[in-house]
């Protein structure tokens, strides 16, 4: 299976936002489960998730943040809420776009926090002009992945960080090739994972120091569980959308994910040096 382009990947962001609202919550990201209690709703640990990778930064107030890939804004204005930082988010969606604004207005963070429909893959921003720059759960999305941690580096300026929150491909028990293709199969070009390696030789090449990493597999795993048991109730909603077939895809989907030991999740930070 071809991978989705931009386009179409926004058109479905658009196409199916009610419906991802009802999934996911604000955050349109995995969640991060520690709690053994097992008390945490899925808003919690979205929640967590975006502060576990913000935490791995250290944000300074006055920081100019780029968001890359940034949903309906939920992460972005937790961060400028708590940090006082100023924040640039872009989407290829544009329905989420103005989610975002709308939620940046009602916040009242308007003249702090914007977000702008554009492609990644083209950042449509001058040289050096972002003291951090953060993307999670988008890169996975990307025709070139390592074009846009190139577009990242160029756009950051000397000293500033890069966040990244992805799907990883983590060693299983098959050894690294099968594992590699069973995730390949698993994922039907949704999905795309590469390792924790290749991303730190892409940042190397990209002109970037790794700085931090954690492999938070086991914290972000039940989150397809969840997503699983969330889409089965919404069947009816999802139905009014989607063909009863591509439901019962896509709900296999998830549980296939969910028990898929080699499609894990990192958390990554990288320096620009200067
Ligand atoms: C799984 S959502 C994550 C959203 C947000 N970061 C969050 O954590 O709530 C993926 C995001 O990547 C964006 N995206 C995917 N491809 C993109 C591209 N080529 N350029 C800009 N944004 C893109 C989508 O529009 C969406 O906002």
Redesign the pocket.
């Known amino acids: 299976m071809t991978k989705p382009t ?1 386009n179409e ?2 058109q479905g ?1 658009d196409a199916f936002a009610d419906l991802l609202d009802q999934l996911w919550g604000e ?3 995995h969640g991060y489960w520690d709690d053994p209690s097992g008390g945490t709703t899925l808003e919690e640990a979205t929640t967590k998730l975006t502060d576990k990778l913000a935490g791995m930064l250290s944000l300074r107030a006055g920081d100019q943040l780029l ?6 804004g ?2 972005a204005i937790r961060m400028a809420t708590a940090n006082d930082i100023m924040v640039t988010g ?4 544009e329905k ?1 776009v103005e989610r975002a604004n709308d939620r940046a207005f009602k916040a009242e963070l308007d003249d702090k926090v914007v977000f702008e429909y ?4 083209d950042l449509p921003f001058p040289d050096e002009s972002f003291d951090v720059v953060w993307a ?3 890169l996975h ?2 025709p070139d992945r390592w074009h846009v941690i190139r577009q990242a580096a160029r756009v950051l300026r000397p000293g500033g960080r890069l966040a990244i929150g992805d799907f990883l491909l983590v060693p299983g028990p098959a050894g690294p090739e099968a594992d590699a293709a069973r995730v390949r199969e698993v994922g039907k070009g949704v999905v795309a994972v590469v390792s924790l390696d290749e991303y730190l030789d892409h940042l190397r090449e990209a002109g970037l120091e790794p700085a931090a990493t954690e492999d938070v597999s086991r914290y972000t795993r039940p989150s397809w569980a969840k997503a699983a048991e969330r889409f089965e109730a919404l069947r009816e909603q999802a139905l009014q959308h989607i063909e009863a077939a591509q439901f019962d895809v896509t709900l296999g989907r998830f549980r296939a994910f969910s028990e898929e030991p080699s499609l894990g999740y990192g958390l990554l930070t990288a320096r620009k040096p200067g």
């Open positions: 931009p990947i926004g962001y955050n349109l990201h968001d890359i890939g940034c949903g309906n939920e992460p872009i989407s290829i969606s989420q554009a492609d990644a893959m999670l759960e988008s999305h990307m």
